[in-house]
């Protein structure tokens, strides 16, 4: 090759080059190429990162339902054995007591109002609006359902007209839970004689015909007394951020 074509071809380059760096026209189409070159290259490492977690992710759900299966299927056998024999035990005593508990999944519709967090609109298939149900949430003591309007109304825990039956502490003192519209629930009328304590843990007493006896309430936070009775501030174990879905007792026994 000779020195003139040599020449030439040096400053073609150094030109486009010049051009390149300086002028819009040329420069333009040339960022937006690699831009799209970045941009696919960055969307399919997206694409393959979240496919690689999806399936660990899908694995380690399955692996975690698998085991809660077993568990569930243990549990359930448990309590079919322990049914028989409680059945057998009544029959055996010429005994009239049944025991035929229902409960019904229940779905919530809306907030009664804007603002009040703690009543919800829900949607019940066959609902007796002369009756009181106990409302739960994943075993959890959430509120009642009382009627409005012909329509069953979920009134939660921390609502001043959530009441029903609860024992305290070690020694089931007996005692009436009620909200108080700040997040933490009441336990009145619990007699003087009963030793209660801070941290001490609530359940249902299933006096009420309301709850099952023993479902988890909350534990005292702090302990007043008046005119021979016991009162206590209780923080419950069931948040209400997320209402969407409750456990509706519709027959104690």
Request: aromatic share 12%; hydrophobic share 40%.
């Amino acid at each position: 090759m000779n020195k003139g074509l040599l020449s030439f071809l040096f400053l073609f380059i150094a030109l486009f080059l010049g051009a390149s760096y300086f002028t819009n026209s040329i420069q333009s189409p040339i960022i937006n190429a690699l831009n799209g070159i970045k941009s696919a290259y960055h969307s399919n490492i997206e694409f393959i990162e979240n496919s690689i977690d999806k399936y660990l992710l899908q694995a380690k759900s399955i692996s975690e339902l698998n085991e809660k299966l077993d568990k569930f299927e243990n549990n359930h056998l448990v309590m079919q054995e322990l049914a028989s024999e409680i059945d057998d035990l009544l029959k055996n005593n010429n005994s009239k007591l049944k025991i035929s508990p229902e409960v019904e999944l229940v779905r919530t519709i809306s907030y009664e109002s804007f603002g009040n967090l703690n009543r919800v609109w829900l949607e019940i298939n066959e609902y007796n609006s002369s009756k009181i149900y106990g409302l739960t949430y994943k075993e959890l003591v959430a509120g009642i359902v009382v009627e409005k309007n012909s329509k069953p109304l979920g009134i939660l825990n921390s609502d001043v007209k959530s009441t029903y039956a609860v024992f305290v502490g070690n020694e089931n003192a007996p005692g009436i839970a009620s909200g108080n519209n700040n997040g933490t629930i009441s336990i009145n009328f619990i007699p003087a004689w009963y030793k209660i304590k801070v941290d001490d843990e609530v359940i249902t007493s299933g006096l009420d015909n309301i709850f099952f006896k023993g479902l988890r309430v909350g534990k005292i936070i702090s302990i007043t007394k008046s005119q021979g009775y016991q009162n206590t501030i209780v923080r419950p174990y069931y948040n209400s951020n997320e209402p969407n879905y409750f456990h509706m007792i519709k027959r104690v026994k």
